[in-house]
């Protein structure tokens, strides 16, 4: 059975750090795009970040350029997004999401694109 759990959310304060990860069970995720979305309350689901199948190519949105870093360890059959300077806009949901897509290059961040989704984990960042 194709599987994605993701894990690492809580509650933190303003300014911290959160790792999350994204584990995959039932299928190998080496030839497989990743991408990371998120949802708040009463918001659309929307992109975070995405990185190819074999780790070289990477992508991120505007509002966590320069705080968020997307990673993989094949070997583990996991993908990981690091998260730093959390701030209360960055409250939401996280999933992660899958599709084969072997190669270098990255999917984008269009929830259709995707086709396999995790449960999500919740994010939450407030003082």
């Known amino acids: 059975q194709v599987q994605l759990v993701e894990s690492g959310g809580g509650l933190v304060q303003p300014g911290a750090s959160l790792r999350l990860s994204c584990a995959a069970s039932?299928?190998?995720?080496?030839?497989?795009?990743i991408g990371w979305f998120r949802q708040a309350p009463g918001k659309e689901r929307e992109g975070v970040s995405c990185?190819?199948?074999?780790?070289?190519?990477?992508w991120y949105a505007d509002s966590v350029k320069g705080r968020f870093t997307i990673s993989r360890d094949n070997a583990k059959n996991t993908v990981y997004l690091q998260m730093t300077t959390l701030t209360p806009e960055d409250t939401a949901v996280y999933y992660c999401?899958?599709?084969?897509?072997?190669?270098?290059?990255?999917?984008?961040?269009?929830?259709?694109?995707?086709?396999?989704w995790g449960q999500g984990t919740q994010v939450i960042v407030s003082s």
């Open positions: 999401a899958a599709r084969y897509f072997p190669g270098r290059a990255v999917l984008g961040l269009a929830p259709n694109d995707y086709n396999y």
């Open positions: 039932g299928f190998t995720l080496d030839a497989y795009a």
């Open positions: 990185i190819s199948s074999s780790g070289v190519s990477t």
